[in-house]
Antibody
Framework: EVQVVESGGGLVQPGGSLRLSCRASGFTFSDYHMDWVRQAPGKGLEWVGR??????????QYAASVKGRFTISRDDSKNSLYLQMNSLKTEDTAVYYC???????WGQGTLVTVSS | SYELTQPPSVSVSPGQTARITCSGD??????AYWYQQKSGQAPVMVIF???KRPSGIPGRFSGSTSGTMATLTISGAQVEDEADYYC??????????FGGGTKLTVL
């Protein structure tokens, strides 16, 4: 059974930092590109960024809205994905999902609230 | 910048066929995927690689493509199909993106 579990969400002040983690099981994590996707309250899904698999040299891509502030990394030995978020803005408030979007593997999400 | 365009809403009566479209210039060369999201839940894939249905997804869900448009069809829509639906694909540089979403009402 595929399981994807995010952690690390919470309340942070504007300008602050937060690190999200994601642990996956039930599939060969190292084979797949992994994504972070977010959903602001009452809004649609927004792709945040991706780390490709080792065959593709673990290259990363980011949405323009987070480029230069967010960093994605992965540890295949731990079946884990990470999202380091710096210089957070109020508009970064959202549920953040860890996913392999082209495979249909998603977690339940973790809420990040950026507010003073 | 590249966009996937969906209608904001579609409404059908139970038993009717619902069609949700997704328009994007790269769709002739890139796969389309469809996600269903019910209120308060994580998205669930209902179609992958344009036309394929994951195991466990009812047969009334189908996908098709024609030129720059992908279509999700729900044949004989049921009340439990009421949800937000998102198309997902990549642009010509393989950067992923989602469409804006379509709210399906079945009543």
């Amino acid at each position: 059974e595929v399981q994807v579990v995010e952690s690390g969400g919470g309340l942070v002040q504007p300008g602050g930092s937060l690190r999200l983690s994601c642990r996956a099981s039930g599939f060969t994590f190292s084979d797949y590109h992994m994504d972070w996707v977010r959903q602001a309250p009452g809004k649609g899904l927004e792709w945040v960024g991706r780390t490709r698999n080792n065959v593709n040299s673990y290259t990363t891509q980011y949405a323009a809205s987070v480029k230069g502030r967010f960093t994605i990394s992965r540890d295949d030995s731990k079946n884990s994905l990470y999202l380091q978020m710096n210089s957070l803005k109020t508009e970064d408030t959202a549920v953040y999902y860890c996913a392999s979007a082209s495979q249909g593997y998603w977690g339940q999400g973790t809420l990040v609230t950026v507010s003073s | 910048s590249y966009e996937l365009t969906q209608p904001p809403s579609v409404s059908v009566s139970p038993g009717q066929t619902a069609r949700i479209t997704c328009s994007g210039d790269a769709l002739p060369k890139k796969y389309a995927y469809w996600y269903q999201q019910k209120s308060g839940q994580a998205p669930v894939m209902v179609i992958f690689e344009d036309t394929k249905r994951p195991s466990g997804i009812p047969g009334r869900f189908s996908g098709s493509t024609s030129g720059t448009m992908a279509t999700l069809t729900i044949s004989g829509a049921q009340v439990e199909d009421e949800a937000d639906y998102y198309c997902y694909s990549t642009d010509s540089n393989d950067t992923p993106l989602f469409g804006g979403g379509t709210k399906l009402t079945v009543l």
